[in-house]
Every structure is written in structure tokens, then in C-alpha cells.
């Protein structure tokens, strides 16, 4: 069965029952000739987690976009790349908040990219394809959701643009929502004002609702009944759970402030420890202790959520508004080329910048993007850093996250390849870990630049809002934002909305959080917010480090650009790459070469690289009489001696012109490898070159 609808001059369509029929729920879903398979499974049986096991995969394929893979050696899909793996993190964000959070039984969600236009990314499409999938299946979801991407050149907004359009867009923005309210939003920007995003996201929202609409129409026709489960703790337990652990959380959790991490752990404990005392001198059965047992975290997570609404007070004594200390500092290792240690509370990482030529730039090969990123920011999560014991993986979606979020606030404010020519690697490394990692990394970073003297318009800060609410009929029945959240306060009807930006704006956001989606007042108080603490946090690491350092580390390669002819780059590379592969020999100097002439030269030893240079300007420079150069005696023949000035420039330096005096031979005067002074003394009808050691 197929159904489809034009919204806003682009066409989509879904098919429902083709393929795929063994799954709970699938479709296909296009814009445009991006087509995405869906589907949603349930496990039948349960799990004794303690927590909702979902899973969200997107698959790429690279036949979807016409290519094969890369690789030499292997041509199957592997590892998903990182953009998949983002594209996951944002559907997941989206429909994780309308599952009951006690359902046990694993559900997963996989996503197949099948064809590609061009034109239409296909993760907005992966997006309507898992919540349709979702929707129409008999897995129990509290769905649809819609979203949309939103863009903006020359003032206008413009919804899901074609890659095309994204290139002249000032903002980026994904959001998923459901009924006119928000419940993911993945966004980067050019330092774009607050009441920009807020407009973008309340026109984006009724874009996101024809398409709601559309998908609400299909389920009405297709969709399964869905699935009665009876979930673990009753109403009953959920009373009997409330009578006896709120009283114990007033009494140990909100007697005093409880400054740092470890008593606030602590008092959790003993919170469980005099639960359980209480319900065995109650006589519970065993049986519904449990049940009562694994509601502890929930009572507390809404007994702190009580506190900040009604008496805007936090756990550990902090008004609403007010900042964990902060502290940093700079050059904090001794050899790497920028470095920067930066905490706020009880999180603290330490941000790292390595320099490197623009060889050194990653090369993409995935089904959309195939060319080379400048710019990386990595991101490490190690077990220490929030005190736990594990075995080291490889790097886990939530570091490729965070990672990711960074580095589109910070793209905003590096310098273009053309005055600043490097590659350009941060690390932040999470040396302890109490909430909002991400934003520390995001301050340590742009610390770290500044500190290896990258030429950044503007200093970076990122801040997280989190949010206390208890849900209404259609919206919340009260609720308060607060700023950077931490730990507990985490929990239901919470978010975290984390505003990443420069004095002049807004550079990226991610939000993700645990109710049934944000309103608009909600969003404009979180930008209000976020916007008067970034300020407040430039302020304080500005007193630091307020602008780039004028050198660059001692430690660092020097890259030295030059513009050459265009039509002289293959005098440059010469046959086979015998030239240029000479001068690397030679001085040891990396060098790329651009189809626009730009010659960028990296070397760590100014001598050589001077030495490079020189050669460049010889081999694609116009020679003329009277030019003095540096020449190596390359042949000695009877009648003088052939010397180089480049790789693939050579001449002759006859017997006559080898001294003022009177030479036998011309082995009398130099020996092959021997490096003179020659001035040109004539250029031949078929450009060849006669030196003078005169």
C-alpha cells in the first residue's frame, strides 16, 4: 500500500506491507529519490535489566549513492563511519522519551539507507521511516513523531534544503517533535542570535506538523493494535513506594546541602539501605520489595525535581542560575603545540591541539561525503573519570557524540585554510566526570587554541540547562529551568539543553530530554538562559587567556603558503612526480599542491624549508638573465660542468666560465655533489640554461 503527499513543493511517499513483513512494524519511506527500509522488532521475551533496552542502527550503503567503497582491500561496508552513527544518536534521541521507561522486552530499530538523490539527506527520511515503522507496528509507543531540518539564506528559513541550499545557510537544524513540541534538536550555526533559533524552531514546527499529520493518516489506515504488557510495578507499588521512601528522602537527602558527588552517592545509598530496612519491618514480601526497591531512583529523581519547582532550591545548595566553580589554566603540558586544563564543579578535562600539515587532513569515504576534513576534535570518556572499573573498548557512540558536538561549536571561529594552512587535531581527554562533560570540553578546547596560537575569531563557551517539570494535560503544569546540571538532577521531566557559542552568538545546539516533548516557552528560557551564563563563563576564562597567543609553540611544523600559476604545477610535479618528489627528498619538507596553484610547504626546520621553497620559485618562476642561484654539480664532462638549481632545472656551466682563470679540466675546479653560486648567462632558443661561476 502506498501513500504519498507534497508539502511545501517536495513530494513524499511511504510503502507499507512490500517488504520487510516479518518485522513488528516496516515501511519504506522517500523524498524525493531518497528512499530509507525501517523496521521495528520487539524481543518476546524480557530482560532483567534495570533499565529500557533500545536500540536505534543506521545502516549506510554505499550502492545507495552509486560508489564502492574506497578501500583497496575492503569493499564491503564495515564499522558504520561517524556520521552514521550521529544520524542513530538523533532518531534515537527523538523516540526514546515516548517509551514507558519500565518496559523490559528489547526493542531494536534499523534503519537502511537504499537510495540516495543527492538532494534529500536521508536523515530527516530515516526519521519519518522510524517513527512510521514504530507507529504502525504493535510494539507499545507513545509515536508518532515528525521533524524537520530548518536552514536560512538571505533571511529566509527554508525546510529540509537540499545539500545545495545547506551550503549558503547561516544555520543548520534538525529537531524531532510530536504535537507541537519539541523532543530532540541537533543544530550548528555561524554565531547566529538566540531569537534566530527560537524563530526557526516555532516555524519549524509547523512544517513538522503536516508531516505529523500525514503519517497520523497512514497509521489510522494501517497501523496494528498494539501490544497489552503488564509492566512490573503496578499503581499499587508506585503509592506503597512513594509512602515510604519520600519521607526518608526529606530526611537524608534535603537536611543540609550536599556539595560534591560522593555525598550525594552516599546519601542515595543510604536512602536504599533505610528503604529496605523499613520495608522488612513492614512485612513487604519479598517480591514487591524489590518491585518498591527499583523505585528508589525514581522517588528521588522527583523529590529533587519538587524542590527546584516549588522552592528553587537544588541539592547541592546552588540557586537556579548559579555556576559550579570554575577553574582553568593554559600550557599545561610542556611539549604538545596548545593545552588547556579547565573544571567546572567536579567535572574536568584536559583539552590537547596538535598541528599538522595539511597532508595530515582526514580523508571521508562514506556513502554521502567522499573529499578531506581540516578540523577534528576527538573526545575520550575513560572508566577513572567517573570512578568506575571497566575494560577498554573501542570508542562508544556517546564519545562520538559528544566528540561531534564540540567540534561544530568550534568550526565557527577557525580560520580558513587559506590564512591559516594547517590540519588541525584537539583532543579533550575527561579527567573526572559529574555532568556536562561536553560543554567543559567545549571551554577546555577553545582554551587549548588560543593557547597554540590559532588565530580564532572569537573565544568559545558552552553551557548545559537542564529543567524541573511535572506534565500537564497538554503542557506543563509548572516547571523551572536551571543551569548547569549535574548527576541527579537528570531525571524525569528533565532535559538537557546544551548551547554551545561566542559573545556574538550561538555556534551549535543538542537537546535531548525525558518528557513528552519541550514547549516554546520552555525553549525561549532555555535560550535566555544559556545565553546570559555563556557570557558569563567567557567572562571568567577570558580573565585567562582572552585572545590567540601571536607565536605558534616552538614545537610546532611552520606551513608556508605561495601561489604559483596553475598552468606551472605539472613543471612542479614533473614526470612521474620526479620534481616534487626530489624536493621532499632533498629538504625533508611536506608539500601539497592545490588545483588553484596554492602551494602549501610544512617543515619543522625553517633552513630546509626555505631551502623548498626555493626550489618551487625556480621551477615555476620565470628565469632570466642576470639571476644568481644556488647550483649542485651534477656531471663534469670535458667541456665543463652540468649544475641544478631545482629538481628538473638544469644547465651548463662551460669550461671557460667556470673561473676567471685559466682551467685544465674542469674536475680541477668542482667535484659532483659540490654546491656553487651561478648567475644566468644565457637562455637558448629551446630554453635551455648556460651559467657563469664568475
Known amino acids: 500500500m502506498e501513500f504519498t503527499k507534497e508539502i511545501n513543493g517536495k513530494k513524499m511517499f511511504a510503502k507499507i506491507g512490500d517488504v ?12 524525493g529519490e531518497t528512499i530509507v527500509l525501517a523496521t521495528a522488532t520487539m524481543a518476546s521475551k524480557e530482560t532483567d535489566l534495570d533499565y529500557f533496552p533500545l536500540t536505534v542502527d543506521y545502516e549506510e550503503r554505499f550502492y545507495a549513492a552509486g560508489k564502492i567503497k574506497g578501500s583497496r582491500f575492503i569493499k564491503r561496508e564495515t564499522k558504520p563511519p561517524d556520521e552514521a552513527i550521529l544520524t542513530a544518536r538523533a532518531v534515537d534521541r527523538g523516540l526514546r522519551p515516548l517509551f514507558d521507561s519500565r518496559l523490559r522486552f528489547p526493542v531494536q530499530i534499523i534503519i537502511t539507507v537504499l537510495s540516495v538523490d543527492r538532494e534529500n539527506d536521508p536523515d530527516v527520511v530515516a526519521l519519518y521511516a522510524a517513527s512510521l515503522a514504530l507507529s504502525i507496528s504493535d510494539i507499545p509507543w ?14 529566509q528559513f527554508i525546510f529540509n534544503p537540499t545539500y545545495e541550499k545547506r551550503e549558503t545557510s547561516d544555520l543548520d537544524i534538525l529537531i524531532s517533535t510530536r504535537e507541537n513540541r519539541v523532543l530532540m534538536i541537533e543544530a550548528e550555526s555561524s554565531q547566529v542570535e538566540e531569537e534566530v533559533f ?29 501490544i497489552k504488557i503488564e509492566l512490573k510495578e503496578s499503581e499499587e507499588v508506585e503509592k506503597k513506594a512513594k509512602e515510604v521512601i519520600i519521607p526518608i528522602v526529606e530526611e537524608i537527602l534535603f537536611k543540609k546541602p550536599l556539595i560534591n558527588k560522593e555525598e550525594r552517592l552516599g546519601a542515595i545509598e543510604k536512602i536504599k539501605e533505610k528503604t529496605e530496612e523499613k520495608l522488612t519491618a513492614l512485612n513487604i514480601s519479598k517480591e514487591k520489595r524489590e518491585k518498591i526497591m527499583g523505585r528508589v531512583d525514581l522517588v528521588v529523581h522527583q523529590e529533587i525535581t519538587r524542590l527546584i519547582i ?12 548559579e555556576l559550579r566553580k570554575i577553574d582553568a589554566q593554559v600550557q599545561f603540558l610542556p611539549r604538545v603545540h596548545g593545552s588547556a586544563l579547565f573544571q567546572r564543579g567536579e567535572t574536568q578535562v584536559l583539552a590537547v591541539v ?14 554521502e561525503e567522499s573529499g578531506r576534513k581540516r578540523f577534528m576534535h576527538h573526545y575520550n570518556f575513560l572508566p577513572f573519570c567517573s570512578g568506575e572499573v571497566s575494560s577498554l573498548r573501542s570508542t562508544g557512540r556517546r564519545e562520538i557524540g559528544h566528540g561531534y558536538l564540540v567540534e561544530k561549536g568550534l568550526k565557527a571561529v577557525i580560520p580558513p585554510s587559506l590564512t591559516f594552512p594547517y590540519t588541525i587535531r584537539v583532543v579533550s581527554e575527561v579527567l573526572s566526570s559529574n555532568g556536562s562533560t561536553s560543554m567543559a570540553s567545549v571551554c577546555a578546547s577553545s582554551l587549548a587554541i588560543m593557547d597554540a596560537g590559532i588565530p580564532v575569531s572569537q573565544p568559545v563557551a558552552g553551557v548545559a540547562v537542564g529543567l ?36 556574538k552568538g550561538i555556534t551549535a545546539v543538542q537537546m535531548d530530554t525525558k518528557t513528552l516533548g519541550l514547549t516554546l516557552s520552555v525553549i525561549h528560557d532555555a535560550f535566555l538562559l544559556s545565553g546570559k551564563k555563556r557570557l558569563e563563563i567567557l567572562g571568567r576564562v577570558n580573565k585567562v587567556l582572552e585572545s590567540p597567543r601571536h607565536e605558534l609553540s616552538p614545537y610546532a611544523p611552520r606551513v608556508v603558503s605561495l601561489n604559483i600559476d596553475p598552468k606551472k604545477i605539472r613543471d612542479l610535479i614533473g614526470p612521474g612526480g620526479q620534481n616534487i618528489n626530489s624536493i621532499i627528498r632533498q629538504t625533508d619538507a611536506e608539500i601539497k599542491v592545490e588545483q588553484d596553484g596554492l602551494v602549501m610547504v610544512t617543515s619543522g626546520d625553517a633552513k630546509k624549508m626555505n631551502e623548498a621553497i626555493e626550489m618551487i620559485k625556480v621551477l615555476t618562476g620565470e628565469i632570466k638573465i642576470g639571476d644568481e642561484f644556488k647550483a649542485k654539480i651534477t656531471r663534469i664532462v670535458d667541456f665543463g660542468a652540468f649544475a641544478e638549481i631545482a629538481p628538473g632545472k638544469e644547465g651548463l656551466i662551460h669550461i671557460s666560465e667556470l673561473s676567471s682563470g685559466y682551467v685544465k679540466h674542469p674536475s680541477d675546479k668542482v667535484k659532483v655533489g659540490d654546491i656553487i653560486k651561478v648567475k644566468v648567462k644565457n637562455i637558448d632558443n629551446f630554453g635551455r640554461l648556460n651559467f657563469s661561476a664568475k
Open 310 to 321: 516549588e522552592k528553587e532550591k537544588r541539592i547541592d545548595g546552588r540557586d537556579l542560575e
Open 468 to 503: 524541573a517539570s511535572e506534565e500537564g494535560e497538554k503542557d506543563f503544569a509548572r516547571y523551572k529551568v536551571f543551569a548547569d546540571l549535574q548527576d541527579l538532577e537528570d531525571g524525569e521531566g528533565a532535559m538537557d539543553f546544551k548551547v554551545i557559542g561566542t559573545e
Open 354 to 367: 596538535t598541528l599538522g600539515s595539511p597532508e595530515m587532513e582526514q580523508y571521508l569515504d562514506t556513502m
Open 20 to 31: 520487510a513483513f516479518q518485522a513488528n512494524g516496516s515501511c519504506l519511506f522517500g523524498l
Open 198 to 226: 527560537e524563530e526557526s524552531i516555532k516555524q519549524g514546527l509547523k512544517y513538522a506538523g503536516e508531516v505529523e499529520e500525514f503519517l497520523i493518516g497512514i497509521i489510522k489506515r494501517v497501523g496494528k493494535e498494539k
Open 142 to 155: 507513545n509515536g508518532p513523531i515528525s521533524g524537520v531540518r530548518i536552514g536560512r539564506s538571505n533571511n
